[in-house]
């Protein structure tokens, strides 16, 4: 059974990190693209960074620009989110995605399996 669960949220003072982890079971992550998206309150879902087969990483908000970094373990079927300098704005449930396809794309309509989201929550 396919499934993509994602790990690491929670509560941190702005300027703080966190760091995501999503884990995918029940297929490998070889040739696959990973999307980070994440939606705040009454915003719409918006993608954030995104990883593909080759191991590039594209950034599709302006707003985490020099701050998140996106990597990848295919021995650990696993993808990260890294966070640094996190702002209050950065308050939003941070979704993984992935799509049968070697290419990112900042669609979420093209990602047909998601996990359950994580909270991350950046207040004093």
């Known amino acids: 059974q396919l499934q993509l669960v994602e790990s690491g949220g929670g509560l941190v003072q702005p300027g703080g990190s966190l760091k995501l982890s999503c884990v995918l079971s029940g297929r490998t992550l070889d040739s696959y693209a990973v999307g980070w998206f994440r939606q705040a309150p009454g915003k719409e879902r918006e993608a954030v960074l995104c990883?593909?087969?080759?191991?590039?990483?594209?950034n599709y908000a302006d707003s985490v620009k020099g701050r998140f970094t996106i990597s990848r373990d295919n021995a650990k079927n696993t993808v990260y989110l890294e966070m640094n300098s996190l702002k209050p704005e950065d308050t939003a449930v941070y979704y993984c995605a992935i799509r049968w396809d070697n290419y990112c794309s900042s669609l979420a309509s093209v990602y047909p399996y998601w996990g359950q989201g994580t909270q991350v929550t950046v207040s004093s």
């Open positions: 990883s593909s087969y080759s191991f590039s990483s594209t």
